[in-house]
């Protein structure tokens, strides 16, 4: 219900936008996040966007580089990452929560996808 895709390997500096497409039925009202799980560290919140796309969260260490947006025709969230750095290097997940509030705890969100891996290299 959630699909996830546009990562890659790129070089540090380099661009690069993520891709979600859910389902009508999980898209509809909600809020959308993505998360990342570097290797060796735990899951952790990278971005959220309400249902309308007037709020909008970021993780402090990619404000300003990364850009979440969304498209409630096309029942998709992407997420514009810019000036890539090798710490970005991560396994990147869409997830699916209802209401925008506490949009960094991954607990709340009730679905996710299948991560996208995205490695910079140095």
């Known amino acids: 219900q959630l699909q996830a895709s546009g990562g890659g390997l790129v070089q540090a500096g380099d661009s690069l936008t993520l891709s979600c497409q859910a389902s009508g039925l999980v898209f509809r009202s909600s809020t959308m996040g993505w998360f990342r799980q570097r290797p060796g560290k735990e899951r952790e919140f990278v971005a959220a966007i309400s249902w309308g796309g007037g709020s909008r969260a970021y993780a402090d260490s990619v404000k300003g580089r990364f850009t979440i947006s969304r498209n409630n025709v096309r029942n998709t969230v992407s997420l514009q990452m810019n000036s890539l750095k090798p710490e970005d290097t991560a396994d990147y997940y869409c997830?699916?929560?209802?209401?925008?509030?506490?949009?960094?705890?991954?607990?709340?969100?009730?679905?996710w996808g299948q991560g996208t891996q995205v490695t910079v290299s140095s």
């Open positions: 997830a699916r929560k209802y209401e925008y509030k506490n949009v960094d705890a991954l607990s709340e969100y009730n679905y």
